[in-house]
């Protein structure tokens, strides 16, 4: 491929910033473009148009174009590609590409444009890579000559990776993303499926680390595939595309993912699958209108997946008429709202329990006395967004993730964090506060049925110590909590998370105080436990405790007051 030029262009087809790599195609062919994307609506819009003999390969991002021209016979998908890779590198280095960071960084945007192509072939796109020789504050002026020092990953054969890294603590994490893109008729029909995904990695290592990834037997890529798969319960990712770092010579003879990682964030693999699955939330909408007046809505939201799942962050938009006003609303569990900017109701619910949990959602909307009935009812698609952590549709598993470097070092065995995701336990959810901290993790616990805490929505902390797993991490509910067991600041008091050792007042063996061998999981199924079967014998809350014992009714009213609070945070 050669891209004759690159253009950076605002919404209205001004030019910002361009570079002539070639000069074989006039800069003047910029406006030829804007004239043709003018005519074409949004929804027709190409990412190729061709005229007189010119390719005009352009990228839309937050309201810019970034535009490449040739007239030679280039690989479309290549220059893309790198339209693609110019934005990521912009927000490595601006946090946000848009018109205003354009004209407040241009001189550092030529810098980086003449680094990434040269005489129209595409260069160094790694940010990590150009970030050691073109700083944010860009190149200083000074006098005296002297040689271009280039850094060694420019000119080696690791070329996303520079050499002396170091970190104190060497980790690395690693996310398995899917998104589902699905299309229901109206009778509940799956019109489209299709699984969206991709490995994330963040990677603290030093020094130049092999790293070896397995993923389940289940999984078949497209060329296995088609040999076919002697147990026939193989799952086919298609359109799978590596980073660069991936050793696919390794990969086809022996379907093994070896790399030698990037410092830092990167995607090390995306794949697409096209299976038919079902909605994991099932939404049904009825809607009444009244003599043109008022239109009344009920919608219904039923999870469909496993209840040791928790959808996190649910939202829920149901279209509503242009002309509607006055909104009322009632719902059975989260928040909802009227956006008139998008004509829908946004109905939020920030936890979801699966194994079929239903709510429920009434709307009353008034409508203007005067309506054109002449006019075509339209009923635009009820959108569904979420989160569900430890769960992947396809599933697509990791096996293990092996680290080999020449100087011997262990990177930090966080494996309870694989198992968690592995085979999740009915009842809490748990994961990183933020990666960089893996001391540091959130927890949501659900109250248990058949308790006073069914129902309820606990947010908790669960924060480790260095000294880990030697001694036990504490545990703080963040949501209210009225429990025997847990002290008013919400800090949990059982046996599991005491030191260990033999207990000084004789209260405890030492079999049930804290043991190196205990885990995450471990750890919130004596918690959860605790919820269902309160120890009132020696309790950190001792009005909690009495109540407990001599009072039920009063204590089950606190709860369920604070279980309602916890279920509208």
Same mark, same amino acid.
């Given at each position: 491929?050669?891209?004759?030029?690159?253009?950076?262009?605002?919404?209205?087809?001004?030019?910002?910033?361009?570079?002539?790599?070639?000069g074989?195609?006039?800069?003047?062919?910029?406006?030829?473009?804007?004239?043709?994307?003018?005519?074409?609506?949004?929804?027709?819009?190409?990412?190729?148009?061709?005229?007189?003999g010119?390719?005009?390969?352009?990228?839309?991002?937050?309201?810019?174009?970034? $535009?490449?021209?040739?007239?030679?016979n *280039?690989?479309?998908?290549?220059?893309?590609?790198f339209? &693609?890779?110019?934005? /990521? #590198? %912009?927000?490595?280095?601006?946090?946000?590409?848009?018109?205003?960071?354009?004209?407040?960084?241009?001189?550092?945007?030529?810098?980086?444009?003449?680094?990434?192509?040269?005489?129209?072939?595409?260069?160094?796109?790694?940010?990590k890579?150009?970030?050691?020789?073109?700083?944010?504050?860009?190149?200083?002026?000074?006098?005296?000559?002297?040689?271009?020092? $280039?850094p060694?990953?420019?000119?080696? *054969?690791v070329?996303?990776?520079?050499?002396?890294?170091? &970190?104190?603590?060497? /980790? #690395? %994490?690693l996310?398995?993303?899917?998104?589902?893109n699905l299309?229901?008729?109206?009778?509940?029909?799956v019109?489209r499926?299709?699984?969206?995904?991709?490995?994330?990695?963040?990677?603290?290592?030093?020094?130049?680390?092999?790293?070896?990834?397995?993923?389940?037997?289940?999984?078949?890529?497209?060329?296995?595939?088609k040999?076919?798969?002697?147990?026939?319960?193989?799952?086919?990712?298609?359109?799978?595309?590596?980073?660069?770092?991936?050793?696919?010579?390794?990969?086809?003879?022996?379907r093994?993912?070896?790399?030698?990682?990037?410092?830092?964030?990167?995607?090390?693999m995306?794949y697409?699958?096209?299976?038919t699955?079902?909605?994991?939330?099932?939404?049904e909408?009825?809607?009444d209108?009244?003599?043109?007046?008022r239109?009344?809505?009920?919608?219904?939201?039923?999870?469909?997946?496993?209840?040791?799942?928790?959808?996190n962050?649910?939202?829920?938009i149901v279209?509503?008429?242009?002309?509607?006003?006055?909104?009322?609303?009632?719902?059975?569990?989260g928040?909802?709202?009227?956006?008139?900017?998008?004509?829908?109701i946004?109905?939020n619910?920030k936890?979801?329990?699966?194994?079929?949990?239903?709510?429920?959602?009434?709307?009353?909307?008034?409508?203007?006395?005067?309506?054109?009935?002449?006019?075509p009812?339209?009923?635009?698609?009820?959108?569904?967004?979420?989160?569900?952590?430890?769960?992947?549709?396809?599933?697509?598993?990791?096996?293990?993730?092996?680290?080999?470097?020449?100087?011997?070092?262990q990177?930090?065995?966080?494996?309870?964090?694989?198992?968690?995701?592995?085979?999740?336990?009915?009842?809490?959810?748990?994961?990183?506060?933020?990666?960089?901290?893996?001391?540091?993790?959130?927890?949501?616990?659900?109250?248990?049925?058949?308790?006073?805490?069914?129902?309820?929505?606990?947010?908790?902390?669960?924060?480790?110590?260095?000294e880990y797993?030697?001694?036990?991490?504490?545990?703080?509910?963040?949501?209210?909590?009225?429990h025997?067991?847990?002290?008013?600041?919400?800090?949990?008091?059982i046996?599991?998370?005491?030191?260990?050792?033999?207990?000084?007042?004789?209260y405890?063996?030492?079999?049930?105080?804290?043991l190196?061998?205990?885990?995450?999981?471990?750890?919130?199924?004596?918690?959860i436990?605790?919820?269902?079967?309160?120890?009132?014998?020696?309790?950190?809350?001792?009005?909690?405790?009495?109540?407990?014992?001599?009072?039920?009714e009063?204590?089950?009213?606190?709860?369920?007051?604070?279980?309602?609070?916890?279920q509208?945070?």
């Amino acid at each position: 491929m050669a891209a004759s030029a690159i253009f950076l262009m605002d919404s209205k087809g001004k030019v910002l910033i361009s570079r002539n790599y070639r000069g074989d195609v006039p800069m003047s062919v910029a406006s030829r473009f804007v004239s043709k994307i003018l005519e074409e609506e949004d929804l027709n819009l190409k990412p190729i148009i061709q005229e007189d003999g010119i390719s005009y390969i352009y990228v839309k991002y937050n309201n810019l174009f970034l $535009l490449a021209t040739t007239e030679r016979n *280039a690989n479309a998908a290549t220059i893309l590609l790198f339209l &693609y890779k110019m934005i /990521e #590198v %912009f927000n490595e280095y601006f946090k946000e590409l848009e018109e205003e960071s354009i004209r407040d960084n241009f001189v550092l945007i030529y810098e980086l444009m003449d680094e990434m192509m040269d005489f129209g072939y595409p260069q160094s796109t790694e940010p990590k890579i150009l970030q050691e020789y073109i700083t944010q504050e860009g190149y200083k002026l000074e006098r005296g000559v002297r040689g271009p020092v $280039l850094p060694a990953a420019i000119t080696g *054969a690791v070329s996303w990776r520079k050499e002396g890294i170091r &970190y104190n603590k060497n /980790e #690395v %994490f690693l996310d398995v993303v899917e998104s589902i893109n699905l299309l229901v008729s109206a009778n509940g029909t799956v019109l489209r499926s299709e699984i969206v995904g991709a490995i994330k990695m963040k990677s603290k290592l030093s020094g130049m680390p092999e790293l070896r990834l397995g993923l389940n037997d289940k999984i078949l890529f497209e060329n296995s595939a088609k040999t076919g798969n002697p147990k026939g319960k193989g799952v086919e990712l298609e359109d799978v595309k590596f980073h660069q770092c991936v050793r696919l010579s390794k990969f086809e003879n022996d379907r093994t993912i070896s790399f030698i990682p990037p410092d830092g964030e990167f995607e090390l693999m995306s794949y697409r699958l096209n299976t038919t699955v079902k909605p994991l939330i099932w939404i049904e909408c009825i809607s009444d209108s009244h003599a043109h007046s008022r239109v009344e809505y009920l919608v219904k939201a039923k999870s469909q997946f496993k209840g040791k799942s928790i959808a996190n962050n649910v939202q829920i938009i149901v279209p509503v008429p242009s002309d509607a006003d006055t909104p009322k609303f009632r719902c059975t569990m989260g928040t909802c709202k009227y956006a008139p900017e998008k004509d829908a109701i946004i109905w939020n619910i920030k936890q979801f329990p699966g194994g079929g949990k239903e709510f429920l959602m009434r709307a009353h909307f008034g409508l203007p006395s005067i309506s054109n009935d002449d006019k075509p009812a339209t009923k635009p698609p009820i959108m569904v967004q979420f989160e569900i952590p430890y769960y992947t549709v396809s599933g697509i598993q990791v096996r293990y993730l092996k680290i080999i470097e020449k100087s011997g070092y262990q990177a930090l065995p966080w494996v309870r964090y694989v198992y968690l995701m592995k085979y999740p336990v009915e009842g809490f959810s748990a994961g990183l506060v933020d990666d960089s901290n893996i001391y540091e993790w959130q927890i949501v616990i659900v109250g248990p049925p058949d308790t006073p805490y069914e129902g309820g929505f606990f947010n908790a902390t669960l924060t480790f110590t260095p000294e880990y797993p030697n001694k036990p991490p504490k545990m703080k509910f963040l949501t209210e909590m009225w429990h025997p067991n847990v002290y008013e600041s919400g800090e949990v008091c059982i046996s599991i998370l005491h030191d260990p050792g033999d207990d000084v007042y004789g209260y405890e063996k030492a079999s049930e105080r804290w043991l190196p061998v205990h885990t995450v999981e471990s750890i919130l199924v004596s918690v959860i436990s605790m919820l269902s079967s309160p120890n009132d014998e020696s309790p950190a809350n001792i009005d909690a405790a009495r109540e407990w014992r001599t009072q039920r009714e009063v204590f089950n009213k606190k709860v369920a007051r604070i279980v309602r609070k916890s279920q509208d945070q």
